[in-house]
């Protein structure tokens, strides 16, 4: 069964740094794409960054240039290096195992001062 379990959320002032990361279980890691979501209150959950396979990555304009995704296939985890918060990027973030239905639990994000 596959599991992820997200951690390193909080609250940070705006401009401030925040590093996101997921442990992955029940799957073999090393197959599957591995992406991050957030939601905010109120609104859709929406796709924010994914690492394929090969290591190559691809970021939703509204992050680009400020998040780094990057996955440990050793150690089956996968990290969102987060920079220049802005209060609009407060939300739940989660992973996803890339093409399928398995997501975490999430952990919040709040970006204020």
């Known amino acids: 069964q596959a599991q992820l379990v997200e951690s390193g959320g909080g609250l940070v002032q705006p401009g401030g740094s925040l590093r996101l990361s997921c442990a992955a279980s029940?799957?073999?890691?090393?197959?599957?794409?591995m992406e991050w979501y957030h939601q905010a209150p109120e609104k859709a959950r929406e796709w924010v960054a994914t690492?394929?396979?090969?290591?190559?990555?691809n970021y939703a304009t509204s992050v680009r240039g400020r998040f780094t995704i990057t996955r440990d296939n050793a150690k089956n985890t996968v990290s969102l290096e987060m920079n220049s918060l802005k209060p609009e990027d407060t939300a739940v973030y989660y992973c996803?195992?890339?093409?399928?239905?398995?997501w975490g639990q999430g952990t919040q994000v709040t970006v204020s001062s």
């Open positions: 996803r195992y890339g093409g399928t239905n398995d």
């Open positions: 029940g799957k073999i890691f090393g197959f599957y794409a």
């Open positions: 690492v394929y396979t090969t290591g190559g990555t």
